[in-house]
């Protein structure tokens, strides 16, 4: 697997990555931000996958929350993945594999939800990696994304400035209506999270029924 800019860039900073200061003040809330959104299912899922896990914050969040769910990390950063090896260490259920959002190593409609943390933004190819998490959820399954969006003041601002340095950017909703739609999910919603100003949302899609 060819690595991008992106990817090389969380390889180099693996090591260190759990430490910047950003984790503690921000992810955190991200990540409960997303468990909640989980939850809030009809049905608790049963298998979920978090693609561009990264360390593994947002799973273990989500082992404390669901403890009997059957957890998958992926991502294509190998220094990301043996960060989470590490994590994990103790709990070899969690499955954590090396692999990028465009080339999904789980068979088809296997997940009852997906997941992924500030990540979406860097994917190369977001409509491949779409794309695959339609193929890997079950009829009806989710697909829940957390991120920064082109939308509000910050959102366009940020999307014209920062974005252009992250894999493909900050999506508007059109773009991400159009993306989700082509991917083959019948619904979505976006939602905001961190308060009324703030560019940070989760975006919860759900796949057709066929
Ligand atoms: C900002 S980090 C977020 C990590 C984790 N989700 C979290 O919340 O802490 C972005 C992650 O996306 C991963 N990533 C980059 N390109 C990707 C792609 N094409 N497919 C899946 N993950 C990707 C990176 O390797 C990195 O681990």
Redesign the pocket.
């Known amino acids: 697997m060819a690595r991008?800019q992106?990817?090389e860039r969380?390889e180099r900073w693996s090591a260190t990555y759990d430490r910047s200061p950003a984790q503690r003040l921000f992810?955190t809330r991200?990540?409960r931000a997303l468990c909640d959104a989980l939850l809030g299912g009809d049905v608790p899922p049963a298998r979920v996958a978090d693609?561009?896990?990264?360390?593994g914050?947002?799973l273990a969040t989500l082992r404390e929350r669901m403890p009997s769910t059957e957890l998958i990390g992926l991502?294509?950063?190998p220094g990301?993945i043996a960060a989470a090896r590490r994590r994990f260490a103790q709990q070899p259920s969690i499955l954590l594999e090396v692999a990028?959002?465009?080339a999904l190593p789980l068979a088809d409609q296997t997940l009852d939800a997906a997941t992924?943390?500030?990540?979406f933004h860097?994917?190369?190819d977001q409509q491949a990696?779409l794309r695959e998490a339609a193929r890997v959820l079950r009829p009806q399954g989710r697909l829940l994304i957390a991120d920064m969006f082109a939308m509000g003041l910050v959102g366009r601002l940020s999307a014209a400035v920062v974005g252009r340095r992250h894999?493909r950017g900050f999506r508007t909703d059109a773009e991400m209506g159009e993306l989700l739609n082509r991917a083959g999910f019948t619904s979505w919603r976006r939602v905001r999270m961190l308060g009324r100003a703030s560019p940070i949302c989760i975006v919860e899609a759900r796949r057709g029924p066929g």
Request: aromatic share 10%; net charge negative.
């Open positions: 991008t992106d990817v969380f992810f991200v990540h693609i561009g896990c990264g360390t914050r947002l991502d294509p950063a990301m990028s959002a465009s992924t943390t500030m990540s860097h994917w190369d990696g894999g």
